[in-house]
């Protein structure tokens, strides 16, 4: 079965340092792949997504993704943090038109 | 572009009674929408994915006739939870997929609470 794994449940970072948010899949073919962030009570926002092509996409925010077929990864990355940015943050797979599996999301805690 | 909305954003009821969400894609048609679910602290469970003019499709374990979805036009899925209990309480968020039929983009989500 599909398998989407955020190993981070909770990170926390210093306001300007970078981040690095993980996410692994488990599938046989190449996924669509997507980042999304939820504010405390809010919907899903979505940052960005990888269907095919360069592998490294860049999204809103300033945050950009890596996606690695070797290691069936697909992390989340911003070189410098901002208080705002702090969130949950969802990895999610889809394949086609096809519905969406989540990873179990990261809360992102920035220090002052 | 890509804005979905939600109505309400958080509803009170008693229990026994029922409760409609709207789900609606303000500037774009999307024949298919989705309805999670989401406990405190936890990811999206997709409940049923909706297709405009037809049934929804439910997942495993989610009641069909307790979750009643509509989908009457390209920008409107409705999701009623009948006969609500406590355990219903939850956060329910609908997504719509973009014409292009490969990005979802979600709504604000409703904060439903049955006493």
């Known amino acids: 079965a599909q398998s989407v794994t955020q190993p981070d449940i909770h990170i926390t970072v210093s306001e300007g340092a970078s981040l690095e948010l993980r996410c692994n899949y488990s599938y046989g073919a190449t996924p669509y792949l997507f980042w999304y962030v939820q504010s405390p009570g809010q919907g899903l926002q979505l940052l960005l997504k990888y269907f095919s092509g360069d592998t490294l996409v860049q999204g809103i925010k300033g945050f950009e993704a890596e996606f690695k077929r070797s290691q069936s990864s697909f992390n989340l990355r911003k070189p410098s943090v901002h208080w705002s940015d702090a969130a949950e943050y969802f990895c999610a797979v889809g394949w086609g038109a096809q519905k969406l599996v989540f990873g179990q999301g990261t809360r992102l805690t920035i220090n002052p | 572009g890509a804005v979905v909305s939600q109505h309400p954003s958080w509803v009170i009821c008693k229990s026994g009674t029922s409760v409609k969400i709207e789900c609606r894609s303000l500037d774009f048609q999307a024949t298919t929408m989705f309805w999670y679910r989401q406990f405190p602290k936890q990811s999206l469970m997709l409940m049923a994915t909706?297709?405009?003019?037809?049934?929804?499709?439910?997942e495993q374990g989610v009641e069909k006739d307790k979750f009643l979805i509509n989908h009457a036009s390209l920008t409107l899925s409705t999701l009623t939870v009948t006969s609500a209990h406590p355990e219903d309480s939850s956060f329910y968020i609908c997504s719509a997929r973009d014409p292009n039929g490969d990005t979802q983009y979600f709504g604000p989500g409703t904060r439903l609470t049955v006493l």
């Open positions: 909706s297709n405009e003019g037809s049934k929804a499709t439910y």
